[in-house]
């Protein structure tokens, strides 16, 4: 199913004035996560949140799946447990094998969305979304500059208008940086922040004044940094309006 049917699916539940259901299939990393719920609030969609967590040896065998017996559609608390939803849209590692398993236990129903590059290939999903980075290709591939998010225009507008205390209070220019966060693979120490705000911008002379906030994952921490704040989310995304479970 390519661009074209997946608009006119859509459509068809827009015009049979039903309220399309939506999962958002990750294993919960942030990243993941807000990219399938950017898209369900375009859509004007709650979605419900599904989170997949194989054990081992099945989370090796991942992306290719299959997914962990644990989880399949018929046990119960299955991320996968009926009943199915109209859309899915899934994103990250653990989540490829999982989408092929629902749209099976959909017999087909379930229209499915991927985000990023699944690594298996363009049968991965009925839709899949990269960034242009990425060098997956195909007649169901939607090719964007960056990938989805949350910052919608109007919560951009929002913010301008009330922005939170700690940053309205620097001076202008601002210039906003998100730099990841904490993995298993890397963890940001405060010397890496400093490091990394402390340079100018090669366009900013250097006598004239620089502020900006940074982001990065983990607690709650001040920048010892001048005209600088630093703050770090939780590396797991908060729970946002769901649809019951």
């Known amino acids: 199913m390519g661009l074209a049917s997946g608009a006119s699916f859509v459509g068809e539940q827009q015009a049979s004035k039903a309220i399309p259901t939506l999962w958002v299939l990750t294993d919960g990393k942030a990243g993941d996560e807000v990219q399938c719920i950017g898209v369900a609030e375009r859509l004007g969609l709650v979605p419900e949140i599904r989170r997949v967590a194989p054990g081992k040896p099945w989370s090796w065998l991942m992306p290719r799946g299959p997914i962990d017996p644990r989880e399949a559609p018929d046990r119960p608390g299955s991320p996968l447990r009926p009943p199915f939803p109209d859309i899915a849209v899934a994103s990250g590692r653990r989540a490829v094998a999982y989408l092929r398993a629902l749209k ?27 960034p242009q980075h990425d060098r997956l290709r195909g007649d169901n591939v939607l090719v964007t500059i960056t990938s989805p998010h949350r910052l919608a225009p109007t919560a951009l507008a929002a913010a301008r208008q009330a922005p939170p205390p700690a940053l309205a209070a620097l001076p202008s220019p601002r210039a906003a940086v998100l730099v990841g966060g904490d993995s298993r693979h890397h963890r940001f120490r405060p010397q890496d922040i400093e490091a990394f705000a402390a340079p100018r911008p090669r366009s900013t002379p250097r006598s004239a004044p620089y502020s900006g906030a940074i982001a990065a994952g983990g607690g709650t921490a001040q920048a010892p940094i001048p005209m600088c704040h630093c703050w770090r989310s939780p590396m797991r995304s908060s729970s946002p309006p769901t649809r019951p479970t």
Request: hydrophobic residues 40%; charged residues 20%.
């Open 104 to 130: 099976k236990a959909s017999n087909g129903r379930s229209f499915t969305v991927f985000l990023k590059d699944p690594r298996t290939g363009t049968g991965a999903a009925d839709l899949i979304w990269v």
